[in-house]
């Protein structure tokens, strides 16, 4: 499985992309540590929301990020303009760039990037974008006129505009712009960077995945939709319950994730260590509903089946996915098409696949959850821990082999599939792998 200009019976795929370096910013801890400690050990991130904006809401649960310090993480002017997603954005870049061996703050002072900075990129992935920005100016126009409606909206305010901030700080003048599809945002923003590498448009890309709804406008607007677990205000912890007989919907969190890629020869040029390789990627459109998914996943598996493809590898051979990291948002819905789209695509080993849904902890991060289980996904190739999936209590799908109470120690893992689908019919699914692996390039 070497990299470079090594011969591939894909056409057109000449590199092999690895993952150096991981940062997050979540409500089950602020840096990758604390998150896969809280998530591996199953501990619920999900408080009750208290705060005077919440009140009268049908819910007012969710996962909020607490303790976060942006102190020196920008310069105050900047800070103050900045929307708090924005903030862990950039402070997961930062840690996904120090654990790949590059100093963001030599970076800031004028440092070289280890890569052609014309051949590093950017991408920002996000369901929604800064919309605290908008709804702030929003309410300073209707209570002071236009004059109160701060510059920061057309600066700062828009999907992208992650990008661009983290292309100026690192001097990466590559592509830098957002990747928007709902809650598969992060997924198919790891994809595109996989292809940009892949193809060789570029040597490096930093994806960041980052959401923040968790406001009053839009817990009212998904609640009004039904699409969140209700009722749960004095248990929040049990309330996101994927794959119980007992869900409700799931549970909105906030917060960033950023992971690293590289060629692999560019990686081995300056001796970083490969955490994971991203081996395929599958993306579809379910063309079925504006929220509902198709009731037998036939876009969700269309893009696991790519994803599996990419990888070269066979849906129904026992070396291949060793595990899976659901979707699993505990809606009753979308529960079942995911497990009916692993069905088509897996046919009788898809039962003895080891599954677990993160979600059950972490709640639902929206377009940055693609990064977070991608994160989740690496430890576990690098631990053999697949994490459980816990409040499933009454599991409704009880002939599938899914993770519950407690962590699997499996041993070794080697190929994890990771999927993420969204409102609107989006879809993709990746597949990470350890970064060595038994066979060579020419058998798979």
């Known amino acids: ?22 940062g997050a910013v979540t409500p089950s801890g602020l840096d990758v540590p604390a998150l896969w400690d809280a998530v591996v050990s199953g ?4 408080t009750t929301l208290d705060e005077p904006e919440f009140q009268g809401l049908a819910v007012r649960i969710g996962g909020r990020i607490r303790g976060f310090d942006a102190t020196g993480i920008v310069d105050p002017p900047l800070r103050r303009r900045l929307s708090p997603l924005q903030l862990w954005a950039i402070a997961a870049a930062d840690q996904a760039l120090a654990q790949a061996g590059v100093d963001p703050a030599a970076l800031r002072a004028g440092a070289a990037l280890p890569w052609d900075p014309a051949r590093t990129a950017v991408l920002a992935a996000t369901g929604s974008g800064p919309v605290d920005q908008m709804q702030a100016a929003t309410r300073a126009l209707d209570a002071r006129g236009p004059r109160a409606v701060p510059l920061s909206v057309v600066v700062h305010g828009a999907p992208d505009a992650a990008a661009a901030l983290l292309s100026e700080r690192y001097g990466a003048r590559g592509t830098a712009h957002g990747v928007t599809a709902t809650c598969a945002s992060s997924a198919i923003a790891l994809g595109d960077a996989l292809r ?12 960041v995945g980052m959401e923040d709804c968790l406001n009053a406008v839009n817990l009212a607007a998904n609640a009004n939709l039904r699409a969140l677990a209700g009722g749960y205000e004095t248990d929040p912890a049990a309330a996101s319950r994927p794959f119980d007989r007992g869900r409700r919907g799931f549970v909105m969190s906030q917060g960033a994730a950023a992971l690293l890629l590289e060629a692999e020869d560019a990686a081995r040029e300056r001796r970083a260590e490969p955490l994971a390789v991203l081996a395929g990627f599958g993306e579809s459109s379910d063309a079925h509903h504006p929220t509902a998914p198709h009731p037998r996943g036939r876009g969700a598996a269309q893009a696991v089946a790519a994803a599996l493809a990419d990888a070269g590898l066979d849906a129904h051979a026992a070396d291949g996915i060793d595990h899976v990291n659901a979707h699993g948002t505990g809606t009753p819905a979308g529960d079942a098409a995911e497990l009916a789209a692993l069905d088509a695509v897996f046919g009788d080993r898809a039962r003895r696949i080891p599954i677990t849904a993160t979600k059950s902890s972490t709640g639902h991060l929206l377009g940055a959850s693609g990064a977070v289980e991608a994160i989740l996904a690496i430890r576990t190739l690098q631990t ?21 109470g407690t962590a699997r120690d499996a041993g070794r893992i080697r190929r994890v599939l990771s999927p993420s689908f969204g409102f609107g019919g989006h879809n993709g699914a990746v597949v990470l792998e350890a970064p060595l692996v038994d066979e060579p390039q020419e058998a798979r």
């Open 1 to 22: 499985m070497s990299g470079g200009s090594a011969p591939n019976s894909r056409p057109g795929i000449d590199r092999r992309v690895v993952v150096t370096g991981l």
């Open 43 to 46: 501990r619920s991130a999900i």
């Open 196 to 207: 940009r590498i892949r193809h060789g448009y570029a040597d490096a890309v930093l994806v």
């Open 384 to 404: 053999g821990l697949i994490p459980p999936t816990i409040n499933l209590d009454d599991p409704e799908f009880a002939d599938w082999d899914i993770v519950r």
